[in-house]
RNA sequence: GGAGAGGUGACCGAGUGGUCGAAGGUGACGGUCUCGAAAACCGUUGUACGGGUUUCCGUACCCAGGGUUCGAAUCCCUGCCUCUCCGCCA
């Protein structure tokens, strides 16, 4: 959500805005409606004034003894004006938040500007990419030829789209949320380990509603949701809160699943683990003092980009444009690891600054320099996604016999396990 | 799932129809005292929105949403949440 006084004073930075992240909403009607509310709510204090000195006047007639009819009959006579006014003030004020509410956040200045990807820029790269005398499969290939995971099974279990992981490459997964877990708690984010369902305020609060509805697993009887990401039960967790100012900045690291209907996305990525309806996900969070949420931006980014560097995987890190940027993001960084068998860099995290967009939904606060209650901002990023970390690994880490080297960082997570070759059956 | 109790300001807690935005306490802040600190004492201390804009005025807010009433934190209804007991269950 946008401040609504910068809305109404900046319609020139709104219609910008709608355009550079390619909203879709009727900023006519959000200014007509924004002006009628005032203009209802004005006149209705009006009457709701009158009203309660009468009233007080009535109860001290009442005390001494005096004759109120007189009075009471006044107030009276303007229920049916007053409800009325009620009524389209209410009408009119929900029409507004429901449309505010599909407005995106703003891109900071140092964004570039552009439709889609096509405009995101190149910050920086780092690692060398393998070079295969053979090649290269892609972790698929390779995982089921291991026998540590398994696509076509998993169809039985909840069809396209799943996948499920054996012996080996299960292990793999839990050693890799392990590390980067541990990882992020070297560094000062304090683990968490949430609810994996959510309520429906709270993905409004994270701004995934009302725009992502059809993107996510919904439970009807319940209202609830599977998360997206732990990114909304991060945001939740201290939602409604006035957050102790010496506690700023705070840090949360959470594992969980993350749970993604992927509706639009037929086609793209149909093999392998890029794109599944289920992954795990190491995710980073944080809650920040306005003036320090960008660069508390740069350090969370450095944080995702360490795992990917302990993990010795060549990745670059890409800042995205206005148009391909979230709904709440003010500034975001994607990071992609190389992928060998496709030739490509993959999006393994992203970091945004959501400054205060989720904080004024969700109503978290702190007290300023100048004791005032303000908004604090927050970010997040995955540190990192952990099924495509799996696969980065397999695809970098293959040999000529198919077998795949356990990066050094991990094995002590795998009991001393420094190769993973084929299971003899 | 069944029965009961309850949700009040940063926190604890009083308040069962009018003068209650709300006692008291804690915390925080300012001051007196002190070399300094503690203690003690005095004072200050809600949020949002709108209007005027130098300290001002108004409206709303005592979980949320409805209702009764001239008037509701206080009465009624619904929902959500918490606690206790029973049942069920990993």
Redesign the pocket.
């Known amino acids: 959500m946008l ?3 910068f809305i ?1 004073e900046n319609r020139d930075k709104i219609e910008a805005l709608v355009e550079a992240k390619n909203a879709k909403l009727d900023v006519d009607q959000l200014y007509r409606l924004d002006g009628e509310v ?1 203009r209802l ?2 006149e ?3 009457m ?13 007639q ?2 001494t003894g005096g004759d ?1 009819s007189q ?2 009959a006044e ?2 006579a303007q ?1 049916d004006k007053e ?1 009325e006014l009620n009524e389209q003030h ?1 009408k009119s004020e929900d029409e507004y938040l429901e449309l505010a509410s599909w407005l995106p956040n703003i891109p900071d200045d140092s964004v570039p500007v552009g439709k889609d990807e096509s405009a995101n820029k190149l910050i920086r790269e780092w690692g060398k990419q393998p070079e295969f005398a053979f090649k290269p499969l892609p972790h698929y290939e390779l995982g089921e030829a291991l026998g540590i995971i398994d696509f076509q099974r998993a169809t039985k279990i909840a069809g396209a789209r799943f996948n499920v992981m054996c012996g080996k490459g299960a292990a793999l997964e839990r050693a890799l949320i392990s590390f980067m877990l541990d990882r992020a708690g070297e560094k000062g984010y304090l683990e968490i380990y949430p609810p994996f369902m959510a ?1 429906r305020e709270s993905l409004f609060n994270c701004a995934q509603l009302p725009k992502l509805e059809d993107d996510m697993y919904r439970l009807p009887e319940d209202d609830m949701f599977l998360i997206p990401t732990a990114e909304v039960p991060l945001l939740s967790f201290r939602a409604g ?2 957050i ?1 100012t010496a506690e700023l900045p705070l840090l949360y690291t959470a594992y969980t699943p993350s749970f993604r209907r992927e509706a639009g996305s037929y086609g793209k990525d149909t093999r392998g683990l890029i794109r599944q309806h289920q992954f795990d996900k190491v995710e980073l969070f944080a809650l920040t003092k306005p003036a320090e949420s960008f660069e508390q931006l740069e350090k969370l980014t450095a944080d995702a980009e360490s795992i990917l560097q302990a993990l010795a995987l060549p990745y670059q890190t890409v800042i995205l444009s206005t148009g391909d940027m979230s709904f709440a993001s003010t500034k975001t960084y994607d990071l992609e690891v190389w992928m060998p068998a496709q030739g490509k860099y993959r999006e393994i995290s992203s970091c945004s600054n959501c400054t205060d967009f989720q904080a004024r939904r969700a109503g978290i ?1 702190f ?1 300023d320099e100048n ?4 908004l604090v901002h927050t970010l997040n990023g995955s540190g990192l996604a952990v099924g495509r970390t799996w696969a980065a690994i397999i695809e970098n880490y293959q040999q000529q016999d198919g077998s795949v080297v356990v990066p050094e960082v991990l094995r002590s997570y795998l009991g001393g396990l420094e190769t993973i070759i084929a299971v003899k059956d």
């Open positions: 401040d609504r006084k109404r005032l709510k004005q209705l204090e009006g709701r004034k009158k009203r309660n000195e009468l009233s007080t006047e009535i109860g001290k009442k005390k109120a009075l009471m107030v009276k229920d409800k209410r309520a809160e006035e102790k606060r007290r004791k005032k209650l303000s």
